[in-house]
């Protein structure tokens, strides 16, 4: 419900940072419109007209203006080629049904802090998923990852084992599938974390190669993948465009999945316009 306001609130900010004029001429256009049908019957008698009707008729033609105006918040591209589609929305990835692909860095690192910040979908697995069990979840990526080339690193704390960049480890939990995905680079003594958009590119192709293998046909939920502390620098707008167009030209060489579902953070509803985002691929 809360996040249901927040999408709300921020595509109202939207509409009314880009449509503002539109607005206020539909305000004007609505408030004619119902004043002429409404005339006719005042000047024949027909009923009275209190003078706070004029202030709600103004209210029903401002909420008419802004609803016309309000960007979508939920749209479909369909790829016909491979009988696939990939739906974006504003919401939350966790909250979301079915498997969900997770951006952690290349040590998947596991402890809730300095390591892995609370705020970050990764930390939210650990603490939500995993009750804050960290050795749990250890254990969970130890054994997605055996075998998996790597190098041991040297580091003050946290995890040594460092994988190279795109390393998809597909963890179950209670029949829900995690894509923890290694997409940034940790500086080993400042720990903070960062990506290229090269790396980015990289990773999202090695991540749908394990996501086909892993996903059953099932439907995936991927993040903003690339943003936050991932620190890519790439504006969220370019963000699921680079993530439409990784999963389309791996789709054009074979289907990856039937359903991809974009879920971006709430917060972006006020800078992003799905409907004109979808439009521009259709």
């Known amino acids: 419900m809360i996040i249901s306001l927040e999408i709300f609130l921020n595509r109202w900010l939207f509409a009314w940072r880009h449509c503002k004029k539109q607005m206020l001429v539909g305000l004007f256009v609505t408030f004619g419109a119902l004043w002429s049908l409404i005339d006719p019957f005042v000047t024949l008698g027909a009923f009275t007209f209190p003078n706070w009707s004029v202030w709600v008729m103004v209210a ?52 809730l802090g300095e390591h892995v910040s609370p705020e970050s979908l990764h930390g939210k697995l650990i ?19 055996q075998n998996r080339p790597h190098e041991v690193v040297q580091r003050p704390s946290g995890n ?17 599938k995690y894509f923890c995905c290694a997409v940034s680079k940790t500086n080993v003594n400042s720990l903070k974390a960062s990506a290229t ?5 990289h990773a999202l192709k090695e991540l749908w190669s394990v996501v086909r293998e892993k996903a059953d046909g099932a ?4 993040p903003l993948i690339g943003g936050g502390l991932a ?27 039937p359903e991809l579902l974009i879920v971006i953070p709430p917060e972006y509803a006020k ?4 409907g004109s985002l979808v439009k521009q691929w259709e």
């Open 160 to 176: 040594k084992q460092r994988y190279p960049i795109g390393t998809t480890a597909a963890i179950s939990v209670g029949g829900i």
């Open 127 to 145: 603490a939500e998923v995993f009750a804050s069990n960290s050795d749990a979840f250890r254990r969970a990526i130890d054994e997605a990852l």
């Open 60 to 111: 029903i033609s401002a909420f008419a203006a802004m609803f016309y105006h309000l960007p979508r918040a939920k749209g479909t591209i369909r790829l016909k080629f491979c009988n696939s589609k990939i739906t974006v929305l504003f919401g939350n990835l966790l909250g979301e049904r079915g498997h969900k692909v997770i951006s952690v860095n290349e040590f998947f690192d596991d402890r």
């Open 197 to 201: 958009p090269e790396e980015l590119n």
């Open 219 to 222: 439907r995936v939920n991927i």
């Open 231 to 257: 620190r890519t620098g790439i504006p969220a707008i370019g963000l699921v465009n680079t993530i439409i167009l990784a999963f389309y030209l791996e789709s054009k060489r074979e289907q990856v999945i």
């Open 271 to 274: 800078e992003l316009d799905i």
